[in-house]
């Protein structure tokens, strides 16, 4: 079983820019979520992807978007990139949206993170 | 006031120690508990999920939610310096997205 992978795992970037994170689900998993880790904080989620649509988004701005991809993996743009959002960035993938009859599809295992720094 | 609410810690144990982790919660709709281990600079680690109110053991790990107090402890027997690293709460509610609510997370360290 291949679990979820992250790509860059560390990024610098300057205020103003542009950035794309990386992120591959877990074999078997058909939804992605994003969250964003500042320091010495738990996660923030910032939004979920199932079967490509957004399926919910935490309250974070539009400059913050995302995609999935049709082999369920997925894509994390921030756009006109601040300060603030330097942080770490989680992936997590699971077997499904909310589905009462499988209680499995409440598990979400995450990646190792992407490490942003915003100068 | 903040969901979930976890005291960040640091806690310090003895090796071979019992430890308690707590989160306290103000949404009575978080129906899904869940605990993550996260060393530090990792992503966290999926421990243990309970639905609704009780216990649930697995190994040295027990979970306990009792959602009349609006409370979630997580124990750990025996505990060893591997144990040291930052266990997260998180939550989902009963309808809705499947989204997790995190706390602080509570920094352990178990001393050789």
């Known amino acids: 079983e291949t679990g979820v992978t992250q790509s860059p795992t560390h990024l610098i970037k300057t205020r103003g820019q542009q950035v794309t994170l990386r992120c591959s689900s877990q074999s078997g998993h058909n939804t992605v979520s994003w969250y964003q880790q500042a320091l010495g904080q738990g996660p923030q989620f910032i939004f979920q992807?199932?079967?490509?649509?957004?399926?919910g988004r935490g309250n974070f701005p539009p400059r913050f978007s995302g995609l999935q991809f049709p082999n369920y993996s997925s894509e994390l743009n921030v756009n006109a990139l601040e300060l603030d959002d330097s942080a770490l960035y989680l992936c997590?993938?699971?077997?499904?949206?909310?589905?009462?009859?499988?209680?499995?599809?409440?598990?979400?295992?995450f990646g190792p993170g992407t490490r942003l720094t915003v100068t | 006031q903040k969901e979930v609410e976890q005291d960040p810690g640091p806690l310090s144990v003895p090796e071979g120690a019992i430890v308690s982790l707590n989160c306290t919660y103000s949404?009575?709709?978080?129906?899904?508990f869940m605990w993550y281990r996260q060393y530090s600079r990792k992503g966290p680690e999926l421990l243990m999920y309970t639905y609704s109110s009780g216990n649930k053991e697995d190994g040295r790990f027990t979970a306990q939610v009792d959602k009349s107090s609006k409370y979630i402890s997580l124990f750990i027997r025996d505990s060893q310096p591997s144990d040291s690293a930052t266990y997260l709460c998180?939550?989902?509610?009963?309808?809705?997205?499947?989204?997790?609510?995190f706390g602080k997370g509570t920094m352990l360290l178990v001393s050789p």
């Open positions: 949404n009575s709709a978080f129906q899904y």
């Open positions: 992807y199932y079967r490509e649509e957004e399926n």
């Open positions: 997590a993938s699971s077997s499904g949206p909310r589905d009462r009859r499988h209680l499995g599809s409440y598990e979400q295992y």
């Open positions: 998180a939550m989902i509610p009963n309808s809705g997205y499947s989204t997790l609510t």
